[in-house]
């Protein structure tokens, strides 16, 4: 465990770090100060601790947003349609193995059986 020093919002801190995690903590510590900065610079609160639990709650509402949308993401690209694989060997395996690529090629085949012609 290493020690890594700090500073937040002007006032130094001696921070615990498992080894190689110290990049992640200064970003950690970055974030934390600039929001106690913001809060601190709009000037209506002076006492450091109402500061800094703004900071987390402002954080934490931030990490929140975030999941919510990884969570919509994810529950978007599970209802939407397959993507079309690239050409190559990896398409050729997948279509001929694949039910879906078959159902997939079929009908492109039978749109463009009039003439044949994309365009």
């Given at each position: 465990?290493?020690?890594?020093?700090?500073?937040?919002?002007?006032?130094?801190?001696?921070?615990?770090?498992?080894?190689?995690?110290?990049?992640?903590?200064?970003?950690?510590?970055a974030?934390?100060?600039?929001?106690?900065t913001?809060?601190?610079?709009?000037?209506r609160?002076?006492?450091?601790?109402?500061?800094?639990?703004?900071?987390?709650?402002?954080?934490?509402?931030?990490?929140?947003?975030?999941?919510?949308?990884?969570?919509?993401?994810?529950?978007?690209?599970?209802?939407?349609?397959?993507?079309?694989?690239p050409?190559?060997?990896a398409?050729?395996?997948?279509?001929?193995?694949?039910?879906?690529?078959?159902?997939?090629?079929s009908r492109i085949d039978?749109?463009?059986?009039?003439?044949?012609h994309?365009?």
């Open positions: 465990m290493n020690q890594v020093e700090v500073t937040i919002l002007g006032q130094g801190y001696l921070l615990a770090c498992p080894e190689g995690s110290e990049a992640r903590l200064e970003a950690a510590v974030t934390v100060d600039r929001e106690m913001a809060i601190r610079d709009a000037g609160i002076k006492a450091r601790e109402r500061i800094a639990v703004l900071a987390a709650l402002n954080i934490a509402f931030q990490l929140a947003d975030r999941v919510q949308a990884d969570a919509r993401a994810q529950r978007q690209a599970a209802a939407s349609p397959p993507a079309i694989a050409p190559g060997p398409r050729a395996a997948s279509e001929g193995t694949d039910p879906a690529w078959q159902a997939l090629i039978s749109a463009l059986s009039s003439d044949g994309l365009i």
